[in-house]
């Protein structure tokens, strides 16, 4: 009887752990998310924000790599909306990318399903709306794609997993500050900085014990420093690429970046403060958060940990000693796939100078002078359609030219394949964040002044990591490098909203003559049309 009940027992463990086995390995994952306002104090002051399933931010999406997300979005708002999955390269499917230029917004009382893969990547990530001004409302969250267990990572397991989304935080509404920036005004300074949308958070984690923090910059407009009183941040991811695990005190996190740190609780048992401040302003914003000990008696006490406020030149220097774990496995068994970049002469020279100018009497930002505006019609369907008049492939140019800034849908085309090397110059006082939706790209150098070729002998040509966003200093130029394996329509952008908004972005068209499934996936069968596209044929 006894081993009739233990035997029974077995096998209905054994059941248990088949069917979380092949739960665990199910390849799709399955959300619905509605989209509404609320109402939240994240500064102290009730104000409207955008809830996703009623959580301020929005949800966690916590997935595998290789997983494919369903993912229906119910629209009440008010507005249009769009969220776009910062940072996941959408391989050969710019047609879930959540930008204006690929999609139709979903309109108020309707929904769209996104339908996506997390192919070959694992790191920390966000998502974010795309459209108008919504993102200074609210609407992000964190994306963190683990990896499978067959793929090794540089580091053990963490005893614990803290996503920690911080950015600067405005008390107006959000249609407020449209109506502002629209009027030609710029976006006044922020009223304060947020972790996950609180201006008072508590992590606990045990005494001896590791735990990872993710951090990510949700912000409209200022680059963060973030730091720990008493505790080490050993860097260990950058936006999907393992690093080589340097020790720092601080770091700097920029307008949609994000990094991921390991912290080891070897300090006395108390509470510690967890610190988040602004960098590159004349009045430095903070927030803290708490990081308590489980066997703390002691509230936290003691100064602020000090970080960098105006430094320039350490925020740079610091930058360059971010470098790639070139044995680290990553989602592919190799990190440099079939090639090492530094061996690769590029196709293409782009330098692209950012500037702030004036057109028809009001605040605009321009790309080698062209200041882009949405169409009706996203350029995507557009290009799928061939429909004429909705975008222009000659206006922007890939190297800058004296005159002054005007209007354009513009894009820049490509071939898919190129190798290409990409220079941003700023000109300007203020610091920029540039993004490329559908890629990562390797971040090969910073400096002072203006570019010329003669720079390139500064290059990391060995082991500089790949990211989806990278900073450029003021009055500084910053150098990427891009293999465009990933046929789309791609967003170029100032991850800078206020910049993105009034004209800093463009479209990246990666072609090439050969339609296949090799190549880019067909147009979605739940396409929405608008704009031009309206009645044709999906």
């Excluded at 088949?18 to 500064?43: C, E």
């Excluded at 963190?144 to 996503?163: A, L, S």
């Excluded at 958070?201 to 009183?229: C, E, H, P, W």
């Excluded at 307008?255 to 004349?282: E, M, N, W």
């Amino acid at each position: 009887m006894g081993k009739a009940v233990s035997l029974h027992v077995i096998c209905g463990i054994l059941a248990v752990l088949v069917v979380s086995l092949v739960k665990a390995d199910d390849p799709y994952r399955y959300y619905t998310w509605t989209v509404s306002y609320g109402t939240r104090s994240p500064l102290g002051v009730p104000q409207q924000v955008i809830l996703i399933n009623d959580q301020f931010p929005g949800p966690r999406l916590e997935v595998v790599t290789n997983d494919n997300i369903i993912l229906n979005l119910i629209n009440k708002l008010d507005q249009p909306f769009l969220l776009t999955w910062n940072g996941i390269k959408q391989r050969k499917n710019s047609w879930q990318d959540g930008v204006l230029g690929t999609n139709c917004a979903i309109q108020p009382n309707s929904n769209y399903t996104y339908k996506f893969q997390t192919k070959d990547q694992i790191g920390s990530y966000t998502y974010f709306p795309s459209t108008l001004l919504h993102k200074a409302a609210g609407g992000f969250g964190g994306l963190n794609v683990y990896e499978r267990p067959r793929i090794p990572i540089p580091f053990p397991n963490p005893d614990g997993d803290f996503t920690l989304l911080v950015g600067d935080w405005f008390k107006t509404n959000h249609k407020t500050l449209q109506q502002s920036l629209d009027s030609g005004k710029s976006l006044p300074f922020p009223d304060g900085v947020l972790i996950n949308g609180q201006a008072q958070n508590t992590y606990s984690g045990d005494q001896g014990k590791v735990y990872m923090f993710r951090i990510s910059n949700v912000g409209l407009a200022t680059s963060l420093n973030f730091r720990i009183q008493g505790h080490k941040l050993k860097l260990i991811e950058v936006e999907g690429s393992h690093t080589l695990q340097s020790i720092y005190d601080s770091l700097d996190v920029h307008v949609g970046q994000s990094v991921a740190v390991l912290v080891t609780l070897d300090q006395p048992p108390k509470d510690y403060h967890i610190v988040t401040s602004t960098r590159f302003t004349k009045r430095v914003l903070t927030a803290t958060a708490v990081l308590h000990y489980t066997n703390s008696h002691t509230p936290v006490s003691g100064p602020l940990p000090i970080g960098p406020t105006y430094q320039i030149h350490w925020s740079m220097k610091q930058a360059r000693t971010f470098r790639w774990n070139l044995t680290a496995s990553a989602a592919r068994p190799n990190p440099q796939g079939s090639f090492h970049y530094g061996k690769i002469t590029p196709t293409k020279t782009i330098l692209l100078a950012n500037s702030a100018s004036l057109i028809n009497g009001k605040q605009r930002y321009s790309i080698n002078r062209v200041s882009y505006i949405n169409p009706d019609t996203p350029l995507k369907l557009a290009d799928h359609f061939s429909i004429p008049g909705v975008f222009s492939v000659d206006a922007i140019q890939t190297l800058p030219s004296s005159g002054p800034s005007f209007i354009a849908t513009s894009v820049m085309p490509a071939s898919l394949h190129d190798f290409t090397e990409v220079v941003f110059q700023n000109n300007e006082k203020t610091i920029q964040s540039w993004h490329l939706d559908g890629y990562d790209f390797w971040v090969v150098g910073y400096g002072f002044g203006q570019w010329t070729p003669a720079k390139r002998r500064s290059y990391n040509l060995v082991d500089a990591l790949t990211r989806h966003t990278a900073q450029v200093y003021p009055n500084s130029w910053t150098t990427i490098l891009v293999s465009l394996d990933n046929q789309g329509m791609w967003n170029m952008r100032s991850a800078i909203w206020e910049r993105q908004y009034l004209g800093q972005q463009f479209y990246l068209r990666v072609w090439n003559a050969v339609h296949n499934l090799a190549n880019e996936y067909d147009l979605p069968s739940n396409v929405v049309l608008c704009g031009k596209a309206i009645g044709r044929h999906p």
